[in-house]
């Protein structure tokens, strides 16, 4: 009944209120007129019609979506956009997902090359008269360089402020200070079940109980989510580090041919930049903000709280503390950035050598070089055994006084300071006033109850001060192995953009070398119908500093659509390098270098002397360096491609491997003719204008050569082919020789079947013929050297005759070879 009453009480505001405001919204829907109810209902209907209508199409859109995703996904395919941003499809849970992957753009890295090519102090450190040239190497450590890089990586990894980095890192954050706060509830709640427990309180320790599981179950689902969002952080870093390097890696500036062959600052490793090093630097820079930020600031908030209990003795204490610490630590701390970056390095020089045995297996086999390898590779690790055990040792030194000043000094530090406010309650905070204030008596068991629980908050907050201190000073060790892992990824990003502007300069206070790569005056001209060279010296170029080899010293011939031409030469003469200049992988020192643009109707393929087979179907082999996706854009069907096939005598393929979307190791399956003939195929699918063809018969027998010569001609290819078979002039209309001259430096380029190339050819047979004459004197001549060579003479000047077993086995030959005759 008083509950009743209690309810109908006229007089409750809240309830007044709500009628209030009842009563005039129905007054005002009563006034409206009926216009305005017109026009509302028709509003609502309209509402409820477009969000059908827009639900409609977003569901016909997702379902047409999901439909080609499924299509792509069978077909191992995706889409390409007209920015060059890829769209793939992959499987999630029972559909697919949509992956956008949008490349870097060419004025990104314009903008980035200025921190990767210029660090801090350039200018003061490298040489006043070259202000663009890179200043020297400096040591990884925590140093002004170390900050330089980190930032600048920071640019590639986090490239704006509403990226996806960002809502990691600030819901990362948020956990972190979530776990603070819940530091503090559990400290407070420690002492106070404590001091239930010791006043013998039953009902309010139990409920104490119940309230350290939930608190324990939020804090556990707080640490997993710490730990969650720090692993979706390294990836997400590494993500977008990955994808930066490969868009500058790999393009049509041929980087990835030039970071291995021209450039000494990467070499033969840069497998282990990209893959482990990566790796290792995202990790230990994902968890760098919960190993410094977060410490930080628990540190501030601990300080904070004891500075209240303990009073600000015990807070000048623990800053000195801290820095005492801190000092110690880092000056005996060992270099362990400088130490993981040769690290790295020699990790690196052992993975490249079986990387080398995996790739040359088969020639190693061959030769039976399993124990020259092995004794490589045993060196190698050999190396990297004894760094590693330096480093351990190390280690074992600093981790003994880290874990000893850390944990048991800091811990014998924290009594003392939580004991203040009982044995000094002058000097204390609010726990000293209570002392002070508490007398004699009845209080004193009260006074032990609560000098307990402030005992027992003050432990547990020294102790996740202490926790917080030590991840603070443990940092140092990781901000080290940090600075090391920046070092190498700085380094690696720092020489592809240096390949990838050519700014290569001459060390500070020297001259550039002659056709150094910081000597490159030539012209490329692209865009060409035909292939010209004009007054362009032949440079096998060498690793920055150092000048290239000259080869030929000046080559000039232009080559127009119809008119083949065969390069042909002794070996070493630089026959390989034409086309490798023409195509771009070296430099042109001088002169001028005009070519079409590149591979389709109107541009130039080339066929290198190894023929590459790529990973992928059969299909891939095909069409390589184009992908399923570009020939579907071309219009090309797989019928095109077994006539192709069948043109380069491969029409077997197909039925043998068991289809087009076979998938094999075929480097393995292929044999050598069948290696080359398949570059020949690729060259029948694309039909480009002109062709470079190094080599790309010597393992076909020369009829089935003649016949893909005649093909490829007959498709409008025009060849220029590097080989030294002289059957190939026939299918030829110009030869080039290389090397021709009684110096060996000297090129002549004739028209085939004109008398001065018969008369070369002649004057070549009669060499051969003359040569030949004398075979029989070089026989004998050759037989008094090994008389001369099989004597031996005694000190007197006596010969010594040749020992019985010798002369015996003579004349058993003879009978034998008599016997034979007979």
């Known amino acids: 009944m008083a509950t009743q009453s209690t309810l109908r009480q006229p007089d409750d505001p809240l309830l007044a209120l709500y009628k209030r405001y009842g009563a005039l919204a129905r007054s005002r829907v009563s006034n409206a007129s009926k216009l305005t109810k017109l026009l509302s209902t028709i509003t609502l209907v309209l509402t409820i019609i477009g969000a059908g209508y827009g639900g409609n199409r977003w569901y016909q859109r997702r379902r047409a979506e999901k439909e080609t995703g499924r ?38 890295f314009d903008a980035h090359r200025r921190l990767f090519l210029q660090p801090p102090g350039a200018a003061r450190m490298a040489d006043t008269s070259n202000p663009q040239a890179p200043p020297p190497e400096i040591k990884p450590g925590l140093n002004l360089a170390f900050l330089h890089q980190f930032l600048s990586l920071l640019n590639i990894m986090i490239p704006r402020w509403n990226s996806k980095e960002s809502g990691l890192l600030l819901s990362h954050g948020v956990f972190l200070m979530l776990r603070t706060y819940l530091s503090l509830v559990v400290a407070r709640l420690d002492g106070e079940i404590v001091r239930d427990l010791v006043a013998g309180n039953g009902k309010t320790f139990l409920w104490g109980i119940v309230k350290w599981l939930g608190v324990g179950t939020f804090s556990s689902y707080t640490n997993a989510m710490i730990k969650f969002l720090q692993s979706k952080i390294s990836i997400a870093f590494r993500t977008r580090l990955t994808r930066y390097i ?10 990835y041919y030039k970071l291995l062959n021209m450039d000494g600052g990467v070499g033969l490793t840069v497998d282990q930049f990209i893959t482990q090093d990566l790796t290792l ?29 303990l009073g600000p003795l015990a807070l000048t204490g623990l800053l000195g503390n801290y820095f005492l610490t801190a000092t110690i630590l880092r000056r005996l701390s060992p270099p362990f950035g400088k130490l993981k970056a040769v690290e790295g390095r020699r990790e690196g020089d052992f993975r490249a050598l079986h990387a080398r045995l995996i790739a040359n297996a088969e020639e190693v086999a061959f030769y039976g070089g399993d124990q020259m390898e092995k004794h490589f590779l045993e060196r190698g690790f050999k190396d990297l055994k004894h760094w590693m055990e330096g480093i351990y040792s190390l280690k074992i030194r600093y981790n003994m006084l880290e874990d000893f000043v850390l944990k048991y000094s800091w811990s014998a530090f924290g009594y003392l300071i ?38 027992i908050t003050n432990k547990r907050l020294m102790l996740s001060l202490a926790d ?14 940090l600075a090391g892992y920046t070092s190498r990824v700085y380094t690696l990003i720092s020489t592809l953009h240096r390949v990838h502007a050519d700014a290569y300069y001459p060390p500070p206070g020297t001259r550039s070398e002659l056709y150094s790569l910081s000597d490159i005056q030539g012209t490329i001209h692209k865009g060409f119908d035909g292939v010209r060279l004009e007054h362009v010296p032949v440079v096998a170029p060498a690793l920055h500093p150092m000048g290239g080899d000259e080869l030929l010293e000046s080559l000039s011939f232009i080559v127009h659509t119809g008119e083949h031409l065969l390069i042909t030469g002794p070996n070493g003469v630089g026959k390989t390098a034409v086309a490798r200049i023409v195509a771009g992988l070296w430099p042109t020192y001088r002169g001028l270098v005009s070519r079409p643009r590149s591979i389709g109707v109107d541009g130039i393929m080339f066929l290198p002397q190894r023929p590459y087979l790529s990973t992928g179907t059969l299909r891939d082999q095909v069409i390589y360096p184009h992908t399923e996706v570009d020939m579907k854009a071309a219009g090309r069907r797989d019928f095109e491609l077994s006539q192709v096939l069948e043109e380069a005598r491969l029409g077997y393929l197909p039925d043998r491997e068991g289809g087009w979307d076979t998938k094999k190791v075929w480097k393995d399956v292929f044999s050598g003719g069948e290696k080359q003939r398949m570059g020949i195929a690729r060259l029948l699918y694309h039909e480009p204008r002109y062709a470079f063809i190094d080599e790309g018969t010597s393992a076909v027998s020369s009829d089935v050569e003649g016949l893909l010569y005649e093909r490829a001609k007959a498709k409008g290819i025009t060849l220029i082919t590097i080989s030294t078979r002289a059957s190939l002039k026939r299918y030829h209309d110009y030869t080039l020789t290389l090397g ?10 004739q028209r085939i079947g004109t008398e001065s190339e018969k008369s070369s050819v002649e004057k070549e047979l009669a060499e051969l013929r003359a040569r030949l004459a004398k075979v029989e004197e070089w026989k004998l001549r050759k037989q008094e050297i090994d008389a001369e060579l099989n004597k031996v003479w005694l000190d007197g000047g006596a010969e010594l005759a040749p020992p019985r077993y010798a002369e015996d086995g003579g004349e058993q030959q003879q009978q034998q070879d008599e016997e034979s005759m007979g």
Request: glycine content about 12%; hydrophobic content about 30%.
């Open 281 to 309: 630097f995202c990790a230990s820079a994902a968890s760098l903000y919960s190993s410094l930020g977060k410490p930080f600031v628990d540190i501030c908030v601990f300080n904070y709280q004891l500075l209240r209990s």
């Open 740 to 749: 021709g001259g009684e110096h060996g430096d000297e090129w002549d380029l």
């Open 418 to 455: 939580t004991s203040l406010p009982v044995f000094l309650p002058a000097w204390g905070g609010l726990g000293a006033s209570t002392e002070i204030a508490a007398g004699g008596g009845g209080e004193r068991q009260s006074r032990e109850r609560n000098r307990m629980k402030d005992f």
């Open 468 to 481: 917080a201190g030590g991840r603070m000073m443990y940092s140092i060790k990781d901000l080290s192995e």
């Open 246 to 255: 490969h868009d500058l890696y790999l393009n049509d500036h041929l980087n």
């Open 71 to 108: 299509k792509l996904l069978r077909r191992n395919s995706g889409l390409r956009g007209k920015d060059g941003s890829r769209i793939i499809y992959v499987p999630y849970r029972d559909s697919t997902s949509k992956v956008v992957i949008n490349p870097t753009k060419p004025t990104t």
